[in-house]
């Protein structure tokens, strides 16, 4: 079945201690994204990537990393979580063969995170 | 830079009935993507459908189908007869130049079914 996925989809955790956070997607795609979800402010992305070892900056990349190694996997690290990373996160994926503009994009499951 | 507006924060509607929401954009792009996404309480984003500036004809999936009125540049989503799973909030988006192409989501719209 072609899918994103993402662990954990929940995680309780503390300020300081570093976490990451897995994607993976299964369908050979050359984009891939981070975003998080925030009550009133809406998707907001955070980085992402247009190939291995290509990755760049969204909105709100502070106090986030990203690594893309290889083709299917794109981990968010939160080096030092506080609790404004308290947030709902999603992994998107998408190909990058049409005009950029006409490929959708498929997400992960979300992975709620709160930062105590 | 394109942008993407919803206009009903929250709607009802009968189960089995069909429910219209709305979506206007805005774009200098001549090529563009429209879509739809729907995320049901328990937090996941499910791609719905697509719908392409080019296309000549209105995209449809199952019950969903998308009325697409390029010079009017609105998208709207019509579900046809509504499912109790149907609850969810619905977002209309579309891909930015910048960034790589994130998505510009509209605010969304909740949508009750009632039974």
């Known amino acids: 079945e072609a899918q994103v996925t993402q662990n954990p989809r929940y995680l309780i955790t503390v300020t300081g201690k570093k976490l990451t956070v897995t994607c993976s997607q299964n369908m050979n795609h050359e984009y891939m994204s981070w975003y998080r979800q925030d009550p009133g402010l809406g998707l907001r992305q955070i980085y992402y990537s247009m190939n291995v070892e290509v990755t760049d900056k969204g909105d709100v990349p502070e106090g986030y990393k990203v690594s893309r190694k290889e083709k299917r996997n794109f981990p968010l690290i939160l080096e030092s979580p506080s609790p404004n990373q308290t947030s709902l996160y999603f992994c998107a994926s998408s190909l990058q063969i049409r005009h950029p503009l006409l490929n959708e994009q498929f997400f992960g499951p979300g992975t709620r995170l709160t930062v105590l | 830079a394109q942008k993407i507006t919803q206009t009903q924060p929250g709607m009802f509607v009968q189960e089995k009935e069909a429910v219209t929401l709305d979506c206007t954009y805005d774009?200098?792009?001549?090529?563009?993507?429209l879509f739809w996404y729907k995320q049901p309480s328990s937090g996941e984003m499910i791609f719905l459908i697509y719908?392409?500036?080019?296309?000549?004809q209105n995209a449809t999936e199952g019950r969903y189908s998308l009325n697409f009125q390029k010079a009017r540049k609105s998208a709207n989503l019509v579900i046809s007869a509504s499912q109790l799973g149907d609850s969810a909030m619905y977002f209309c988006a579309m891909r930015d130049h910048n960034q790589g192409g994130k998505l510009i989501f509209g605010q969304g719209t909740e949508l009750s079914v009632k039974p």
């Open positions: 719908q392409g500036s080019y296309d000549e």
């Open positions: 774009t200098s792009d001549q090529s563009y993507g």
